[in-house]
């Protein structure tokens, strides 16, 4: 069974940083597509990150020129580098990925940016 595990999150000052590890288990190889959605208090989930391969990523607009997605293979890991982090990325971060017909999700870590 596909699992998939984030870690990482916690609690950050307002223009510190945090990086988010995703590892995936029960598969064969490391899904092609993998990324990052972010569910705030009282919102609905939201996109932040994706990327296909190694090099294709694609961003949210509020997190381009703050937040990096990359990847790891052979570890079947995949990592979101936050920077430059304010109160609007206080969410629960979730990881996910489509593998076959099935999208599977993280249970989601916590990252708190406050003063």
């Known amino acids: 069974q596909v699992q998939l595990v984030e870690s990482g999150g916690g609690l950050v000052q307002p223009g510190g940083s945090l990086r988010l590890s995703c590892v995936a288990s029960?598969?064969?190889?490391?899904?092609?597509?993998m990324g990052w959605y972010r569910q705030a208090p009282g919102k609905q989930r939201e996109f932040v990150a994706r990327i296909i391969s190694r090099i294709e990523t694609y961003y949210t607009d509020s997190v381009k020129g703050r937040f990096t997605i990359s990847r790891d293979n052979a570890k079947n890991t995949v990592y979101l580098q936050m920077t430059n982090l304010n109160s609007e990325d206080t969410a629960v971060y979730y990881c996910?990925?489509?593998?076959?017909?099935?999208?599977?999700w993280g249970q989601g870590t916590q990252v708190t940016v406050s003063s």
């Open positions: 996910y990925a489509p593998v076959g017909l099935n999208t599977y």
């Open positions: 029960g598969i064969i190889s490391s899904p092609a597509n």
